[in-house]
């Protein structure tokens, strides 16, 4: 590297690390608690209870590791806040203690957030394998044979297990019946599915705080915006400003920028200029293990008729349907009014979601839909040598057929805000209304909110940021 060079990069970084310089939210940020331990005690009575109530004699959780530190669901840290994969054994009868079986990876973390709640008995079973460990066998072997011999130890070795688990969990399960060949096996997640939708009063301040850390995060973001800022340097405001004061990750949303209005990405380099369209899709800012989720736009300087009016089709999309948040109100009837905005400008000819266009669609009766092969400039993405040639996606309409859905704890199984969904809202719901659309290389926008459903309406968490587009000066 030339000493010009050199130079070149100590100013940008010099700029980068300015760039949130004088940066205060507008709202003073009050840290919430890990919920208490009564409330996992709670939870566990349930879970016994629902599993007494099914016939079965005891219950087996498991979630696995899928990469970077994560869980392939939130099964583990909703029953005994445990953040890591492992296998938990829970018998029903009330005298009998919970039994963890975890299953460290060589990417170990400890702790991992803290200790598993109200379980005194915990065993390590360790990593299997010759290329890495030197050890013939496999892990999942060495775990079932772990927990079958507890469970025989127990008193289980003729009995009806109940199974709380993932896709992830099929060779645990195998294993399991064939060392087990008396014991009846059957899904026992449903419980804990349903008692999930519905936020305690301690929860709700938890997700309260997890989606103000992202309205922080978005005021960063505005912040820094400017021409000549890059995509990265937006994503690193906004992930300092959650993560500095206690969100979990920093990776769990997208940013997107380009002249049309722009369906998620993430930052390659993309350098600000006037007429670009920014997308920060917050699709999860994670705090104490519950998650968030907002969008917002952001535009750079003037942009064209076409991109005014369909960021405000999709601001009163989300207005119209939060306008219908309470108690007893009909999920079907909150999607149908998002899409009362697109029906009268003529984008859509129903809100109907089974017949509703969208972005990522098939093709007619389900057959493969071919993307547009077309070149695309894209100055800064040719600058590293690559080129789009494609346009994406293939067809325009809203990114989904919905206008939002549950927001909860990582891999938790989710319910949909669209037409098709008849049942009634309830307090202590929590999920994002965000309404989207996009038609490639014309006009896009994707903006949302995160909701709580309250005693008697709806409290707007995510309200600290305006809907509306954020404006930037050229």
């Keep these: 590297m030339t000493l010009t060079n050199t130079a070149t990069a100590s100013q940008n970084l010099s700029r980068m690390e300015r760039l949130l310089d004088g940066f205060e939210p507008d709202f003073e940020f009050q840290p919430v608690d890990p919920l208490p331990e009564s409330e996992y005690e709670d939870r566990l009575r349930r879970i016994r209870q629902e599993a007494s109530a099914a016939g079965h004699d005891v219950v087996v959780v498991h979630s696995d590791s899928i990469g970077s530190y994560k869980t392939s669901n939130s099964y583990l840290r909703y029953i005994c806040d445990w953040a890591r994969e492992g296998v938990l054994i829970i018998p029903t009868d009330t005298d009998q203690p919970l039994s963890l079986y975890t299953i460290f990876s060589s990417s170990v973390v400890l702790p ?158 993309h350098v600000v200029r006037g007429g670009d369209l920014i997308n920060l899709y917050i699709s999860s800012v994670q705090y104490h293990g519950y998650s968030t989720q907002i969008a917002r736009m952001i535009a750079v300087g003037d942009i064209t008729d076409d991109q005014e009016e369909v960021l405000e089709m999709c601001a009163e999309g989300v207005e119209c349907a939060a306008a219908l948040v309470r108690p007893g109100a009909l999920i079907s009837d909150i999607a149908n009014a998002s899409f009362a905005p697109y029906i009268a400008r003529g984008y859509l000819s129903s809100a109907d979601s089974r017949t509703m266009p969208y972005n990522w669609q098939a093709g007619e009766n389900g057959a493969p839909l071919r993307v547009p092969t077309q070149y695309v400039p894209d100055a800064d993405w040719e600058a590293k040598g690559r080129r789009i040639n494609h346009v994406w996606p293939a067809t325009k309409g809203p990114h989904n057929p919905n206008v939002g859905h549950s927001v909860s704890m990582p891999k938790m199984p989710p319910y949909n805000i669209q037409s098709n969904n008849h049942a009634k ?50």
């Design 425 to 474: 809202l309830e307090e202590g719901m929590t999920f994002v209304l965000h309404s989207q659309w996009l038609d490639p290389l014309k006009a896009g926008a994707n903006i949302g909110d995160c909701y709580l459903v309250t005693d008697n309406g709806a409290e707007n968490l995510s309200r600290h940021v305006p809907l509306a587009a954020h404006r930037v000066s050229v």
């Design 112 to 269: 991992p957030v803290g200790e598993p709640l109200l379980v005194d008995d915990i065993w390590q079973v360790g990593t299997w394998g010759r290329e890495t460990y030197n050890r013939p066998g496999r892990g999942v072997d060495r775990v079932v044979e772990a927990v079958s011999a507890h469970l025989i130890r127990s008193g289980f070795q003729s009995a009806q297990i109940g199974l709380v688990g993932d896709a992830t969990s099929a060779p645990y399960w195998d294993g399991l019946a064939q060392e087990l060949p008396r014991c009846r096996f059957a899904k026992a997640h449903e419980a804990i599915d349903r008692m999930q939708r519905r936020r305690s009063k301690a929860e709700q301040a938890v997700v309260r705080a997890a989606t103000e850390l992202a309205c922080i995060g978005m005021q960063a973001a505005y912040h820094v915006i400017r021409p000549g800022v890059t995509d990265h340097e937006i994503y690193a405001a906004f992930t300092f400003a959650q993560m500095a004061r206690g969100g979990e990750t920093g990776d769990g949303y997208q940013i997107g920028i380009n002249r049309w209005g722009t369906h998620c990405g993430k930052p390659y380099g």
